[in-house]
């Protein structure tokens, strides 16, 4: 058990003990408010419930209103004395907790003969379905995916060695509209010829073509209204703008200030899709081919849903088109899987549950959560504006049928305690109905949880864009990373450094690890939930919170292994000869190591490796100021060489396998 977790048990035992005082209320609740403390001044570990409690306490019984009080009634009852130094009170009630030494190298002993490194395996352990990736092929990956694929697999990853028993299921975009985009594509201006001889890059031309005409139909569509909605938002300012000028009433100008602002920012909204609607207009028509294609398929939208409907129905020529792109389309992206060394244990796509889609929505409407509406097939929820669409008045099914039947057979097939779906914020609305749903069947057993993420944004701020206005295609990131970490890591001056000098091979080795990891990272520092901005400068220089600087950390474990003649194994045999610190650097050393099992049980709490981010760079820092204070290799004696040498291969073995859960490759020297 972590540390926390058995100062927070002692802390209820503690509680509960005060009871006889007349102590009441939720004991589990104030003894969870145990906080690692930032500051060594105020011990490791820090008891923060002394002042509600005298709150809550002090109306019933006058002694204890006084919150220094009741945080020496809990010292007095806390029994730590195996863990921790007396603990003291701090302040206005404050308790602080100082670990023992004698503990912490105990632990530091255990830690070295565990190759778990302490952490505990979950008990019981729960089915964990990990939904991630999932991109729709058939049109080029870009960066935004990745977010799915890296916080996916970083999760699955961790969640499994934690001990759960994790599934993890890639729900390939396999059978949507972008297939009848390039099937469309095909059969218009596609030359068999060249699909034949090169058939992703010349499927992919065939996507963006169509793509670029679709968009440009809905832009020309939409700036008239947009041009009118304009004109009545900009009047709408103008007569606000008069209304705050003409109110003295501080309370009136108050309320018009805020109607102002919201009618502005109402302004630049319609603005900016003007702004992007004329562009997309001009970059067809500024083109003359690209103008004669356009005029000569007027109704490009419609006819593409067409073919995704024939294809759905069983249309001959469409399923054997689809036959023969979805395998190149799916070369494609595992391409990008084994570069970025990510698996599935199964790629179950929508194409999968075509055919369960209708008793779908006949189970649906037996059960009565279903009715047809204006021709459509529909759900409606209970809190949401507008009901979930399950099928359109063509018969076509949607994304949400598909949803649904995946969920029955993920039940079925896995029976999950818990689903994780790894998509994007802005499918929020989707999971919620999806959910919602899920509870009014009765599949309320299984946790449900939509892992949102935000969108990733270029150096200005803006989602990102290649400066034809098209997204960064994904490989070609890819390799960028890889060449620009070549420059930092391999750089000449560097080299000559290292000893004996690294060949080729190895240098291509080190990019690739810290080119790729760099990526990974980067995603991964940020909280899911915020966008974060895209700069592979910042991710692959070696300072900071970036892979390249916790890399390089575990890299120098190694070396001062190699030097002092030792190895992760040997170092194990000499854990009955360390016996207490020497210097501090150590000591929060040894801390940091020890708080592994913490971290990683944060990332299951919120599903969010950026807990194991965090930890990795706290325990690399406190790594760095141990390296500049503590020798190893000239240690003054042996017991303290032993004791050094002992947190040096700790610290390998914990960076190591922190980054190996966020799917990233370490490299013994660089
Ligand atoms: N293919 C979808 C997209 O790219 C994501 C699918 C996520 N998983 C799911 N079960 N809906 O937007």
Redesign the pocket.
């Known amino acids: 058990m972590h540390l926390p977790d058995l100062l927070r048990l002692r802390l209820a035992d503690a509680l509960s003990e005060l009871t006889k005082f007349g102590l009441t209320g939720d004991v589990g609740a104030y003894a969870s408010m145990i906080r690692a403390t930032n500051d060594p001044k105020f011990g490791d570990y820090q008891v923060n419930c002394a002042m509600p409690l005298a709150k809550q306490w002090g109306t019933t019984n006058a002694e204890f209103s006084n919150p220094r009080k009741v945080a020496a009634a809990i010292v007095d009852a806390l029994q730590v004395g195996d863990l921790c130094e007396p603990a003291e009170v701090a302040g206005p009630g404050f308790i602080n907790l100082r670990l023992k030494d004698s503990y912490l190298v105990d632990q530091l002993r255990a830690m070295l003969g565990d190759p778990r490194c302490l952490v505990s395996k979950a008990n019981p352990a729960r089915r964990i379905l990990v ?1 991630f990736s ?3 092929v058939a049109k080029p990956m870009h960066v935004g ?1 990745i977010r ?1 694929t890296v916080i996916g697999d970083a999760l699955a990853r961790t969640l499994r060695f934690l001990g759960h028993e994790t599934i993890t299921d890639n ?3 396999d059978w ?1 509209t972008q297939f009848g985009i390039i099937i469309y594509g095909y059969k218009h201006f596609g030359d068999p010829d060249l699909v034949a001889k090169n058939p992703v890059p010349e499927l992919s031309k065939l996507y963006r073509l169509v793509n670029q005409l679709i968009e440009y139909r809905k832009a020309k569509r939409s700036i008239e209204t947009a041009q009118t909605d304009r004109c009545a938002a900009e009047s709408e300012v103008e007569r606000l703008q008069a209304e705050s000028i003409a109110t003295s009433d501080p309370k009136e100008q108050k309320k018009a200030k805020k109607r102002l602002a919201s009618a502005q920012s109402k302004l630049k909204s319609l603005d900016s899709k003007l702004r992007s609607a004329t562009k997309k207009i001009a970059a067809v028509e500024n083109d003359a081919d690209l103008r004669v294609k356009a005029q000569q398929h007027a109704d490009v939208d419609h006819a593409v849903l067409q073919e995704t409907v024939k294809l759905h129905q069983g249309d001959e020529q469409n399923l054997r088109l689809w036959e023969e792109f979805l395998p190149h389309c799916k070369d494609e992206i595992n391409r990008i899987y084994d570069a970025l060394d990510i698996g599935f244990d199964h790629t179950l796509g ?1 194409s999968f549950y075509h055919s369960m889609l209708s008793e779908v929505v006949e189970d649906l409407k037996k059960r009565g959560l279903a009715r047809d509406s204006e021709g459509a097939v529909c759900v409606f929820l209970e809190g949401f504006d507008a009901p979930m669409i399950i099928q359109k008045k063509d018969g076509a099914f949607l ?1 949400a049928t ?2 649904l039947a ?1 969920l029955a057979y993920r039940l079925e097939e896995f029976a999950p305690d818990e689903i994780l ?1 790894v ?2 914020t802005r ?1 929020s609305e ?1 999971f919620e109905k999806l959910f919602a749903v899920a509870e009014q069947i009765g599949r309320d057993k299984v946790k449900l949880v939509h892992v949102n993420f935000g969108t990733v944004l270029g150096e200005d701020g803006r989602p990102m864009k290649t400066r034809s206005g098209t997204l960064i295609g994904l490989e070609g990131l890819l390799s960028d990373a890889i060449d620009r970490a070549r420059q930092v890591v391999c750089d000449p001056e560097r080299l000559s450094r290292i000893d004996p000098p690294m060949d080729r091979e190895e240098q291509r080795r080190v990019a690739e690890a810290v080119g790729l990891g760099a990526i990974k990272y980067a995603d991964l520092s940020h909280h899911r939930t915020s966008d974060y901005r895209f700069s592979l400068d910042k991710m692959v220089s070696l300072d900071g919170n970036t892979s390249a600087y916790i890399q390089y950390s575990y890299a120098r474990t190694q070396g001062i292994l190699r030097k002092a003649g030792s190895s992760e194994t040997a170092v194990t045999e000499i854990a009955e000869s360390i016996d207490r610190f020497h210097h501090p650097a150590e000591r929060a050393l040894a801390i940091s190591l020890l708080r592994l099992e913490e971290a990683l049980k944060a990332v299951h709490q919120d599903y969010a490796p950026n807990a194991l981010v965090d930890y990795l760079y706290e325990t690399a820092k406190a790594y760095a100021v141990f390296n500049d204070n503590c020798h190893v290799l000239k240690a003054d004696n042996d017991a303290i060489a032993s004791l050094r040498l002992a947190l040096v291969a700790l610290c390998g073995r914990v960076l190591r396998l922190g980054l190996d859960l966020l799917g990233i490759h370490v490299v013994a020297r660089m």
């Open positions: 939904d999932s991109p729709n995916h799915s729900h390939l975009g949507g929508e994304y598909t949803d995946t779906y998509v994007d499918q989707h």
